[in-house]
């Protein structure tokens, strides 16, 4: 059974780089893009940031270009994603999924959320002063 495990979240002051974890279980792990993802109440799923299972492709939402870094550790079944200088609006709880069938064999990975599956139950990120 799938399933996957996030971790890390918490009450984070404005500027503040906490750094969120994605640990998998019951998957060959390595065959996998992976995507973070945030939801606030009220406003659909939003896609962060995205990597294939090999790492080579990298994808960021604009809104957290150059603040946000993914990163995996197949060995491990994590991925993880270093948040910096984090600010209100990025108060959520943070997902992470597994691509699709139809994610696999594409060179570029997408953080769209209807191409996932798999969500794990969210860490809440709150960053606040």
């Known amino acids: 059974q799938v399933q996957f495990v996030e971790s890390g979240g918490g009450l984070v002051e404005p500027g503040g780089s906490p750094r969120l974890s994605c640990t998998a279980s019951g998957l060959t792990f390595d065959y996998y893009t992976i995507g973070w993802f945030r939801q606030v109440p009220g406003k659909e799923r939003e896609g962060v940031s995205c990597?294939?299972?090999?790492?080579?492709?990298?994808v960021y939402a604009d809104s957290v270009k150059g603040r946000f870094t993914i990163s995996r550790e197949n060995a491990k079944n994590t991925v993880y994603q270093q948040m910096n200088n984090l600010k209100p609006e990025d108060t959520a709880v943070y997902y992470c999924?597994?691509?699709?069938?139809?994610?696999?064999?594409?060179?570029?990975?997408?953080?769209?959320?209807?191409?996932?599956?798999?969500w794990g139950q969210g860490t809440q990120v709150t960053v606040s002063s």
């Open positions: 999924a597994k691509g699709s069938s139809t994610i696999q064999g594409e060179r570029t990975c997408t953080y769209v959320p209807t191409r996932y599956r798999n």
């Open positions: 990597i294939t299972s090999n790492g080579h492709s990298i």
